[in-house]
């Protein structure tokens, strides 16, 4: 069990990274403070764990301009549906890939190419290797 300041460092992060969150502090019978948290808002448009931990993947195996299947292939997926849902969606979401053609989503020679975003995020993992 968290005390008070465990549990309001523990809110204030959640609040930080993913909700709103309203922090009241009621007093007890033993004359300390108990700390509630409400969630009173809606996800924050930031990466969730997940998001960036497979935008991480999609970054890192990225070289030039890949095609999908390319990009696949190097993380040894199969299934489209999921890795186009769980893998390429929230890459372009938070913009560190883009398409090479964006305006013509089924393009022939449609690739997938690093923003300048997605750039600084490889160097970072190249670094930490």
């Known amino acids: 069990m968290l005390n008070s300041k465990g549990m309001e460092k523990f809110l204030k992060f959640v609040q930080a990274q993913f909700f709103a969150v309203t922090l009241f502090r009621t007093p007890d019978t033993g004359g300390t403070s108990k700390i509630t948290g409400e969630v009173t808002g809606e996800l924050a448009p930031q990466e969730t764990l997940q998001d960036i931990t497979t935008i991480k993947k999609v970054v890192f195996v990225l070289e030039g301009e890949m095609k999908r299947q390319q990009l696949q292939d190097a993380l040894q997926i199969k299934h489209n549906d999921y890795f186009r849902v769980e893998y390429i969606s929230p890459a372009l979401e938070h913009k560190y890939i883009e398409l090479k053609y964006p305006n013509s989503i089924n393009h022939p020679k449609q690739k997938y190419r690093?923003?300048?975003?997605?750039?600084?995020?490889?160097?970072?993992?190249?670094?930490?290797?």
Request: aromatic share 0%; net charge positive; no cysteine.
């Open 114 to 129: 690093h923003t300048a975003k997605g750039q600084a995020l490889k160097a970072q993992l190249n670094q930490e290797l």
